[in-house]
């Protein structure tokens, strides 16, 4: 079993920065994609970005390339979202996941994650 638990969430102004973490204990996270997905309110959740498990290969959804960028610190057991430009429609819920199979590529699709954090709120005033 491994517990994911999400931080870094908060208010920010558009235009702003905001760094999520996501820390991992009862397993280590090396050998296991990692994904973040978001909720906003009244909406499915939908993909923001994901990594292979070497960190090698990363992913995003077209609506935050280029804005949002996903690492992996697989010393600290920990993966990061570093979100720049932030935008009004990025509020959401954000939920790290893993998927738990070893060493499978980084899926785009939420129910190809086993584990899932809480979440943690973000939210974009214009």
């Known amino acids: 079993q491994v517990q994911l638990v999400e931080s870094g969430g908060g208010l920010v102004q558009a235009g702003g920065s905001l760094r999520l973490s996501c820390a991992a204990s009862?397993?280590?996270?090396?050998?296991?994609?990692m994904g973040w997905f978001r909720q906003a309110p009244g909406k499915e959740r939908e993909f923001v970005a994901a990594?292979?498990?070497?960190?090698?290969?990363?992913y995003y959804a077209d609506s935050v390339k280029g804005r949002f960028t996903i690492s992996r610190d697989n010393a600290k057991n920990t993966v990061y979202l570093q979100m720049n430009s932030l935008k009004p429609e990025d509020t959401a819920d954000y939920f790290c996941?893993?998927?738990?199979?070893?060493?499978?590529?980084?899926?785009?699709?939420?129910?190809?994650?086993?584990?899932w954090g809480q979440g943690t709120q973000v939210t974009v005033s214009s």
């Open positions: 009862g397993r280590t996270l090396s050998n296991y994609a």
């Open positions: 990594i292979s498990w070497s960190g090698g290969n990363t």
């Open positions: 996941a893993a998927r738990w199979r070893l060493r499978v590529g980084a899926s785009d699709e939420a129910h190809e994650y086993d584990y």
